[in-house]
C-alpha cells in the first residue's frame, strides 16, 4: 500500500481505532481523492510579474503620504474611502435614493405593475437540486404512485414517498437548500384540515431598473485615471465597492445590473479573531437583536420585508448540540456548532411572504457572529420595482396533497425507504410566494410564483432541515422520478 | 505598526516561499487558473499593504496569510452571486455560471458532491492533508487551530465521506482499483 496513504489511515485510527474495521472503504476513499486532484499548474511567468510588481508598489507606498478622502454619508458608512468621493456619492444616492439616515431599497409600498395574463411565458422548476442529487441515482426507487386519501387526511405509509432530507451544514455558518451534511430517508403525510385553494393566480417578476446607466461613465471619466474612457464604447457602471476606514468597518458592493446590494465586514479593518470555544447558544431573540439594531443603526429599509427569524439551520444545529437521537444512527452528523448563524427577514409581495424553494424564508439576509456578537454581513438586499401577470392555478386539493407528499419542491429525490425512516408530518397548508429564477440566454429574472406552503409538525426534530414543503400552484415541476415534466395546473383550471 | 518581526523588505522572500502554496489554495477553491492567479495576486498585495497590521502575538504569518488568502476567495464568489452562504466554489451548484478548469470538472465529476456535503473547514482539512500533503502542524497554522483538533476533523471527514458514498459508486470503485 502507497506510503502516504498508510500514513493518513495512522493518522485516522489515531482517532478512532474502530474505523480499522472499515479500512478498505478508507483505503478507495482515499485513493478516489488522491485521483481527483486537479492539476493546478501555476504559470511561473504570472510569479515572476507579480513579484516584481509588489516590489515596484513598495517604493510609492513608501513616499505616499495616503490622502484619504472621508465623508459623512448617512449613518450608514461614516468613513468611507473611496477614490472618488463625488462618483461614490452619486452613484449611491442615484441607485438608493438616499435621503438622510436610510438606504432606501425601493419605495416603501412596493410599485407592481399587472403586465396581463401569462406575461412570463412558461413557469418550469427545473430539478435545481439535481447536482446534489447526483450519485444518488443508483440508490433510487420508483416514485409511488399511490394517490392521496379523498380528504387528505392520515396517508399511509402507501401513499408516501421516501425522499433524502439533507441536513444542514456549510461553512460560515449561513446555509442554503442543497448544502447537506447528513442524508436521512423521510415519509411524509397530510394531517391537516381540508381547505381549498384561493389564490389570485398572480405571479411577480422582479424588475430591473439601472438608474446608474452610462451617464455614471461620465463622472469616472473626469476623474484623473490616466485612461481616456471616450475610447471605449458604451460604457456603464456595472458594479462599485465602497468601504469603511475604520475598525470593524463594512464594505458596500452594488451591482447595478442586478440592482441589488450587499454589505461584508471590510476583512483588512476586523482585527485578528483567535477563534471561539463556544459552549452554548445565545437564545434566539439575543441574535436577532443584534441583527435588528444593525439594520436600524444603519438605516436599512426594511418596509418591504417581514420580521426577521433565525434561519433552520440553527434548529438542526441545536439538535446536534443536544446529542438528539437521529433516526440512522450511522449517518448521523458530527455534533456541530456553528460560530454563525444567518437571520431572514422575507420579503412580502402583496401581503404574501416570499419562500425559497427549500421552504425557508427568502428574503434579506443578516449573518451573525456569535462570538463577537456582531453582524458579518448583510445580502439580498434588492431594489426595483414589480411586474405582476394572472397565470392559471391548480385548485384540486387531493393532487396537491399528493405532490407535498412526495416532498414537493426540492423533495422529489431519491432515497430508499427504510424502517427509521423519519415520518414528517405535514399540517395545512398557506399560501405565499416561492423565488424562481427564469434563465433567458444570458439573463436571469428573478421570479415569484404562488404555491402552497405546507408546515411540518411532526419529525422535524431530529436533523430536518426543513420548515416547509413548497408546492407551487402555477407552472411545470421537473418530476424527478422519471424526468418528465408534471403540468401545474395538473388539470385545466380556469383563470379566477 | 506592531512590533511583528515582518516588515516589506522582508516580503520578498515570505513570497517566494508561500505564493504557490497560496496559488493552489486558492485554485482549490475556485478550479479555475486565470481566477486563482487574479485571487492570488489580490491576496499578496493586501497582505504587502497591510502587512504592518500582522500582530504575531496573535497568531502566525502563514494562518494570517492564509485567512486573507480564505477571505479574498469568499469575497469575490459572494460578491459574485450575491448570496451570503457562499464560501467557495464548492458552495455552488455545478451547473452554476462560473468558469471551471475542464481538467478540474472532470477530475472532480466523481467526488464534488460528497466533498460538497462536507463542512468547508472540514474540506479543508482534508484537502490540504490528501492534496497538498500537509503535515497536521502546517494544516494546524493555516486553519488556525491546534493540531490534535485537526486531526480530529480530518479523521471525521473521511468518516463521513464513507459513510455517504453511496454502494454503487463504492462498488464501481472496487472494481475499476482492482
Known amino acids: 500500500m502507497d506510503e502516504k496513504i498508510l500514513k493518513i489511515l495512522e493518522d485516522i485510527y489515531s482517532v478512532d481505532g474502530s474505523l480499522k474495521a472499515h479500512e478498505e472503504a478508507l483505503v478507495r476513499i482515499i485513493q478516489k481523492l488522491l485521483a481527483s486532484k486537479p492539476e493546478s499548474k501555476i504559470d511561473e511567468n504570472f510569479i515572476s510579474s507579480l513579484r516584481v510588481k509588489l516590489l515596484e508598489s513598495a517604493k510609492p507606498l513608501k513616499e505616499e503620504s495616503p490622502q484619504k478622502y472621508m465623508f459623512d454619508l448617512s449613518l450608514m458608512f461614516k468613513r468611507i474611502v473611496f477614490a472618488g468621493v463625488s462618483l461614490a456619492v452619486i452613484l449611491t444616492v442615484a441607485f438608493f435614493g438616499l435621503k438622510s439616515g436610510t438606504i432606501k431599497t425601493g419605495n416603501n409600498a412596493l410599485a407592481i405593475k399587472n403586465v396581463g395574463s401569462n406575461a412570463f411565458g412558461n413557469i418550469v422548476f427545473s430539478d435545481q437540486s439535481k447536482a446534489q442529487s447526483q450519485g444518488q441515482a443508483e440508490n433510487s426507487q420508483p416514485l409511488s404512485s399511490a394517490p392521496a386519501t379523498a380528504d387528505g387526511r392520515g396517508t399511509s405509509q402507501s401513499t408516501s414517498i421516501a425522499a433524502p432530507i439533507m441536513g444542514m451544514g456549510g461553512g460560515g455558518g449561513t446555509t442554503a437548500p442543497g448544502m447537506g451534511i447528513a442524508y436521512f430517508p423521510a415519509t411524509y403525510s397530510y394531517t391537516g384540515d381540508k381547505f381549498e385553494v384561493m389564490s389570485d393566480g398572480l405571479v411577480y417578476k422582479r424588475v430591473i431598473d439601472n438608474p446608474s446607466g452610462s451617464d455614471l461613465v461620465n463622472v469616472i471619466n473626469k476623474m484623473n485615471l490616466g485612461l481616456d474612457l471616450n475610447k471605449f464604447g458604451d460604457l456603464k457602471v456595472d458594479s462599485i465597492q465602497i468601504s469603511e476606514d475604520k475598525e470593524f468597518g463594512y464594505s458596500l458592493y452594488i451591482d447595478f445590473t442586478q440592482n441589488t446590494f450587499s454589505i461584508n465586514q471590510n476583512w483588512e479593518k476586523w482585527p485578528q479573531f483567535a477563534g471561539s470555544n463556544l459552549t452554548e447558544l445565545p437564545p434566539d431573540s439575543q441574535i436577532i437583536a443584534i441583527s435588528d439594531k444593525f439594520l436600524a443603526d444603519y438605516g436599512i429599509d426594511m418596509s418591504k420585508y417581514g420580521k426577521g427569524e433565525l434561519m433552520q439551520s440553527r434548529i438542526y444545529y441545536m439538535a446536534a448540540m443536544k446529542g438528539a437521537a437521529a433516526p440512522a444512527a450511522d449517518s448521523m452528523p458530527m455534533p456541530v456548532y456553528s460560530q454563525y448563524v444567518s437571520v431572514v427577514y422575507p420579503l412580502v409581495i402583496g401581503d404574501q411572504e416570499v419562500y425559497d424553494q427549500g421552504g425557508q424564508k427568502y428574503g434579506l439576509t443578516v449573518g451573525v457572529d456569535l462570538a463577537q456578537k456582531r453582524v458579518v454581513n448583510v445580502y439580498n438586499i434588492s431594489t426595483g420595482s414589480f411586474e405582476s401577470s394572472k397565470y392559471d392555478i391548480e385548485t384540486n386539493a387531493e393532487k396537491l396533497i399528493g405532490i407535498a407528499e412526495k416532498g414537493g419542491l426540492y423533495g422529489y429525490n431519491y432515497y430508499p425507504a427504510a424502517e427509521n425512516s423519519l415520518k414528517i408530518e405535514l399540517g395545512t397548508p398557506t399560501q405565499g410566494l416561492v423565488v424562481m429564477w427564469k434563465y433567458d440566454g444570458s439573463k436571469s429574472s428573478e421570479m415569484f410564483v404562488p404555491s402552497l406552503i405546507f408546515p411540518i409538525t411532526s419529525g422535524q426534530e431530529n436533523y430536518f432541515y426543513r420548515n416547509n414543503v413548497i408546492v407551487p400552484l402555477v407552472g411545470s415541476m421537473m418530476d424527478q422520478s422519471g424526468g418528465g415534466i408534471m403540468p401545474m395546473p395538473l388539470e385545466t383550471a380556469p383563470s379566477k | ?178
Open chain 2, 1 to 178: 505598526m506592531k512590533n511583528n518581526g515582518v516588515n516589506k523588505e522582508d516580503f520578498a522572500d515570505l513570497y517566494d516561499q508561500y505564493v504557490r502554496k497560496i496559488f493552489n489554495f486558492i485554485y482549490y477553491k475556485t478550479h479555475h487558473r486565470e481566477t486563482a492567479e487574479d485571487l492570488t495576486s489580490e491576496t499578496f498585495t493586501k497582505a504587502f499593504r497591510k502587512i504592518e497590521d500582522f500582530d504575531a502575538n496573535k497568531g502566525k504569518f502563514s494562518t494570517w496569510l492564509y485567512q486573507i488568502a480564505r477571505n479574498t476567495v469568499t469575497d469575490f464568489y459572494r460578491a459574485k452571486k450575491n448570496y451570503a452562504n457562499i464560501d467557495d466554489i464548492w458552495d455552488l451548484a455545478a451547473d452554476e455560471d462560473i468558469l471551471r478548469d475542464l481538467d478540474a470538472a472532470r477530475k472532480l465529476e466523481e467526488v464534488q458532491d460528497y466533498l460538497k456535503e462536507l463542512k468547508a473547514e472540514q474540506r479543508e482539512i482534508v484537502l490540504l492533508r490528501v492534496w497538498e500533503g500537509m503535515t497536521y502542524r502546517e494544516i494546524a497554522e493555516i486553519v488556525g487551530k491546534d493540531e490534535s483538533n485537526c486531526r480530529v476533523v480530518f479523521s471525521r471527514a473521511i468518516q463521513a465521506l464513507r459513510q455517504k458514498m453511496p454502494l454503487v459508486l463504492f462498488l464501481s470503485l472496487l472494481l475499476f482499483n482492482r
